[in-house]
Structures are given as structure tokens and as C-alpha cells.
């Protein structure tokens, strides 16, 4: 089983990228499918990003698309997500989650459909 410790938030002026990283323990890490999650304060946690097991294929959030980028690599262990052009509505605890799956190309957007969850980098993002 893999523990996953997320990295690289901070805090940024609107505009600004960041690029978050999350390693993951353990020598299975290419068995799972991966997310990228977010939560503000007061709100649910929101899907940002997941990425297939193998094929590469990804999937966004609609408030994400164009601007957050989400990629991995398996010889390494870690998974990224780059934000670029970050907006104040940014602003959130990132998590990353995992989830071992035998389908490789398949990617998984509900939160509920990850049993393996990050401790959470805070980024901030000033107007």
C-alpha cells in the first residue's frame, strides 16, 4: 500500500504557477490511478485533475481546464499537477489520491472513489 505526501504549495500573486508534486511510497505506485483534489474552507473538496494508471490519459475540472495540467512519472514514483495563471479561487488545500486498479486507462474524478489520500499542501493565491 502507498503513502502519498504532497509538496510545492505556497503562497503566489494571481497569475502565478505552481507546480505541486506528490511522491509516493511503496513499489506499486504504477498500479494506481491518481488524483488531485482541493478543498477551501467552508466548501466540499472539489476534483481538480486524474490521471490513468499507464496510458497517460487525464481528465479536469471544469474550473481547471486549461490552466492545471496533471502528469506523472512512474520511475520516480510522483505525480504532479502544474497550476498555471492561478486565480485567488484557487485558493485551497491540494490532495492527492490514489487508487489500485487493473484497468490502466481509466481515470476516476469522484472523491469517494479514492481510498488513499495525501496529508495536503495549502496553496494561496493573493489578488
Known amino acids: 500500500q502507498v503513502q502519498l505526501v504532497e509538496s510545492g504549495g505556497g503562497s503566489v500573486q494571481a497569475g502565478d504557477s505552481l507546480r505541486l508534486s506528490c511522491a509516493s511510497s511503496?513499489?506499486?505506485?504504477?498500479?494506481?490511478?491518481m488524483g488531485w483534489f482541493r478543498q477551501a474552507p467552508g466548501k466540499e473538496r472539489e476534483f481538480v485533475a486524474a490521471?490513468?494508471?499507464?496510458?497517460?490519459?487525464?481528465d479536469y475540472g471544469d474550473s481547471v481546464k486549461g490552466r492545471f495540467s496533471i502528469s506523472r512519472d512512474n520511475a520516480k514514483n510522483t505525480v504532479y499537477l502544474q497550476m498555471n495563471t492561478l486565480k485567488p479561487e484557487d485558493t485551497a488545500v491540494y490532495y492527492c489520491?490514489?487508487?489500485?486498479?487493473?484497468?490502466?486507462?481509466?481515470?476516476?474524478?469522484?472523491?469517494?472513489?479514492?481510498?488513499?489520500w495525501g496529508q495536503g499542501t495549502q496553496v494561496t493565491v493573493y489578488s
Open positions: 511503496g513499489r506499486t505506485f504504477s498500479s494506481y490511478a
Open positions: 490521471i490513468s494508471r499507464s496510458d497517460g490519459r487525464t
Open positions: 489520491a490514489a487508487r489500485a486498479t487493473y484497468d490502466g486507462t481509466f481515470t476516476y474524478s469522484r472523491a469517494t472513489e479514492y481510498p488513499l
